[in-house]
């Protein structure tokens, strides 16, 4: 199949709607934006997206119809705009009467697969992102979870270790399982990075979250400075409560000069495209976009051997892993990469490939297209 056809618009039979947390910018948002507006550019015409927060950057994006639960803020200090958000959404599935729910992420699976069941839809769906480590630090998750699983004709996982951790940690039926890999676009045709300037540019796109490891990135970065490399590092994402304990750290080490904390930007694009090095320190991952945007842009990857990373990253071919917490083997790789500029360049062309054949965008869509209507 693919998105450059035109479809006959009853081929795809019924309404769909899908139900996600918010719009703001991550991984799993992109994720949905970009299903929701491909399947739209097939010709399917009864796509609804229904978010608890539609107030996020993502919602100009999305192509579809979107509906606003209208929770904001923290849902812990004032859970009945949950209980406000869920009758919307409930009076939404009574209206729209979808023959498929599509819900995503923890919480959200929950009161998406049981409302789904109450209104009688005949799919609902639920999506796996993550390893099942959130229920460790939020232990009401897991009956939640569980509930959902059982609630759901299907649930998507994005990586095998996803999946075996659904089944390992869940007890979920392999049948009810159906893995779908993240797609990305591969907006180049080769690498052009920027090897000859007296500084190397290492990138690392993770929300300020301690489980993505940046303190680990920032003892690797001053291991590197050490041994003699000038390189200037970008973080980039959300800060999630870490950003002054890593300016402290990193301006205690004298990194001032070597790392730019740069927030949530709308332009990754562009800062992928200035860089030599992509490093995910993160400690825990169900399958990172971070590390697929990277090979798309044709970086080689230096990153912790967690979850679906070795799935994503060719070790030794398209970047390095490295054993989870162990922050020196990280710098030497990246010292490797800096000192031996040809394979960093020829591990950046074969992240290109690598991206564009396995994790394509059209691959992922015909994925759910299959799944949502058995083609």
């Not at 869920?86 to 979808?98: D, G, K, V």
């Not at 590390?291 to 679906?308: K, R, S």
């Not at 031996?340 to 691959?363: Q, T």
Request: proline share 4%; net charge positive.
């Amino acid at each position: 199949m693919s998105l450059n056809r035109v479809p006959r618009l009853s081929i795809y039979p019924g309404h769909i709607l899908f139900v996600i947390g918010s719009l703001e910018v991550g991984g799993t948002e992109k994720q949905l934006v970009t299903l929701v507006n491909g399947l739209m550019q097939l010709g399917v015409i009864g796509v609804d997206v229904f978010a608890l927060d539609a107030s996020g950057p993502l919602r100009d994006q999305v192509h579809a119809k979107v509906h606003d639960g209208g929770v904001r803020g923290s849902m812990r200090r004032k859970p009945w705009r949950m209980i406000v958000a869920s009758w919307r959404l409930f009076q939404l599935i009574r209206r729209t009467r979808p023959q498929i729910l599509h819900a995503y992420l923890p919480l959200i699976t929950f009161i998406g697969a049981l409302l789904g069941r109450l209104c009688k839809v005949p799919m609902v769906i639920t999506a796996k992102r993550a390893l099942g480590t959130h229920q460790d630090r939020r232990p009401i998750l897991k009956p939640l979870d569980r509930i959902a699983n059982r609630l759901s004709h299907k649930i998507t996982v994005n990586s095998v270790a996803v999946y075996m951790d659904t089944v390992d940690r869940d007890g979920v039926d392999p049948h009810k399982l159906e893995l779908i890999y993240n797609g990305v676009r591969t907006p180049r045709c080769g690498s052009d990075m920027y090897w000859g300037s007296p500084r190397t540019t290492i990138i690392t796109v993770a929300n300020l979250i301690r489980y993505k490891g940046h303190t680990d990135l920032l003892k690797a970065i001053d291991r590197v400075v050490c041994k003699g490399h000038h390189v200037n590092a970008l973080i980039v994402g959300e800060d999630r409560g870490m950003l002054q304990e890593l300016k402290d750290m990193a301006y205690g080490w004298c990194l001032k000069d070597n790392v730019s904390f740069l927030g949530q930007r709308d332009d990754v694009s562009r800062l992928f495209s200035i860089s030599d090095i992509a490093v995910l320190p993160s400690h825990e991952e169900g399958f990172s976009n971070a590390i697929l945007e990277a090979m798309a842009h044709g970086l080689p990857v230096v990153a912790y051997d967690v979850g679906g990373n070795n799935e994503a990253v060719n070790n030794g071919i398209t970047g390095y892993l490295v054993p989870d917490g162990d922050y020196v083997a990280m710098a030497d790789r990246i010292i490797d990469l800096i000192e031996n500029p040809g394979r960093a360049l020829s591990m950046g062309d074969s992240g290109i490939e690598r991206a564009s054949y396995m994790f394509n965008i059209h691959r992922m869509i015909d994925k759910h297209v299959s799944l949502y209507w058995g083609e």
